[in-house]
Nanobody, 128 residues
Framework: VQLQASGGGLVQPGGSLRLACAAS????????IGWFRQAPGKEREGLSC????????YYADSVKGRFTISADKDEHTVYLQMNGLKPEDTAVYYC??????????????????????WGQGTQVTVSS
């Protein structure tokens, strides 16, 4: 299993970006995929996750209503559409596989230790 995140860049506040997480073949058939971010000096934060079975989706409160996760199994890619970006969204964004087909969420938080395979990260900078 391999993951590669891309699509980051510099965007003005209020702007949009679409991140892509390209996975090796069949990964999306067996593993839930999550998106995370880490800003300098802060802990890694779970943002969103999509299950591989029924497409159940999780969003953290910090991105709910602004970010949309989707999966294209034919293209082996999971996308994170980010709208209404704010300076506090500036971070390195990562995708990762959960340890099974469902997103591991406890008390409304993605369980980061359950995500075993990580992509290399893509920088998102929101600044005017």
């Amino acid at each position: 299993v391999q993951l590669q995140a891309s699509g980051g860049g510099l965007v003005q506040p209020g702007g949009s970006l679409r991140l892509a997480c390209a996975a090796s073949k069949f990964t999306l058939d067996y593993y839930a995929i999550g998106w995370f971010r880490q800003a300098p000096g802060k802990e890694r934060e779970g943002l969103s996750c999509i299950s591989s079975t029924d497409g159940t989706i999780y969003y953290a409160d910090s991105v709910k209503g602004r970010f949309t996760i989707s999966a294209d199994k034919d293209e082996h890619t999971v996308y994170l559409q980010m709208n209404g970006l704010k300076p506090e969204d500036t971070a390195v964004y990562y995708c990762a596989t959960d340890n099974g087909p469902l997103c591991t969420v406890i008390q409304d938080n993605l369980q980061i230790p359950d995500f075993g395979i990580w992509g290399q990260g893509t920088q998102v900078t929101v600044s005017s």
